[in-house]
């Protein structure tokens, strides 16, 4: 049995009324360990108030239902032998019925926990377009086109959580009693009321904060993090954080539609502009010394990639080619 396992058993016994004392206080240092315990058990609790009548008033006479079941038995097979409720009722002795009873709590405590749970988390999906939607404190999220966003149908009351896959901007209801939270496989950012893009992919996380303050912490390492305010972005890449000014808005081109470059290095308008078209884009070998001394200042305003790579061309001179999802500048 796992500690979680161990820990619904004791909650079971708990509600029953057979719990040890050394159990109860068991129980009573775990809820106080983390807050998420008693979170945990506030709902075990409430799934047992509600399944209470379902188990206290049954729909059926058991006595007679083993009486039917033991006549069925005699007549298909005739030997001698004890009445099957007779069998049922030594295996269960007071000892073994109390064992059978916890065991039975904690089999439906722990299915009906777990669906609970299950069922208190939504998930949201921007399929086919950038989509805008509003979480159950107001708070509203504009989630980017192949991304999606899960959370609670109701926020517990310590917290304001949500899980991001890919990318989003959110404008966050301040509310300094129950802090927001953005989790992502790499880490976790925490907000109390604040305008912030997330982007998360398999091994990056970037933030950057248009108002307010935002604290980002590594998952692997929870002493590993960084607070950043307005105009500053954090990027957390395989365990270390990298830490800017915001000098562009070219972040949040995706809900914009606008790139803006002011004598730009070359690589950075690369960057930026696969980012915003969702394509690979590199340099050839013999241009990767050289590309910082390119720079370009143009704008771009909802304009198709294939008129933004020839403007990119003409402004450096540059030749460019495109195969598939991959496009090369190169030199002749």
Known sequence: MNEKEHMVHLIAKQLQGLATAQEAEE????LKSDAACQQEYDDMVLIWQKSGPLLANPQFNADIAWLKLDDKIAHANPKTKLPFHTIISFLFSSTQRTAAVVLVLVLIAGGGYWWYQKAQWQTFTAAAKNETFTLPDQSVVLVRKGS????????????????????????????????FLVATPNAEVKVLGTSFLVNSTESTDEVVVVTGKVNVTAKKESNNQITITKGQRAVLDHARFFHSPVTDSNFIAWKTGMLNFNNTALPKVLQD???????????APALHAIAHTFHVTVQFNN?????????????????VKKEKDKVTFYRN
């Open 273 to 283: 502009i696969a980012h915003y078209y969702g394509i690979q884009i590199e340099l």
């Open 27 to 30: 129980l009573q240092r775990w």
């Open 303 to 319: 304009q198709p990639l294939a008129q933004a790579l020839e403007e990119i061309a003409l402004i450096t001179g540059l030749q």
């Open 148 to 179: 999606s966003i899960k959370y609670r149908k109701t926020f517990n009351k310590k917290e304001r959580q949500v899980q991001l896959s890919g990318e989003a901007f959110f404008q966050v209801q301040p509310n300094e009693n129950q802090p």
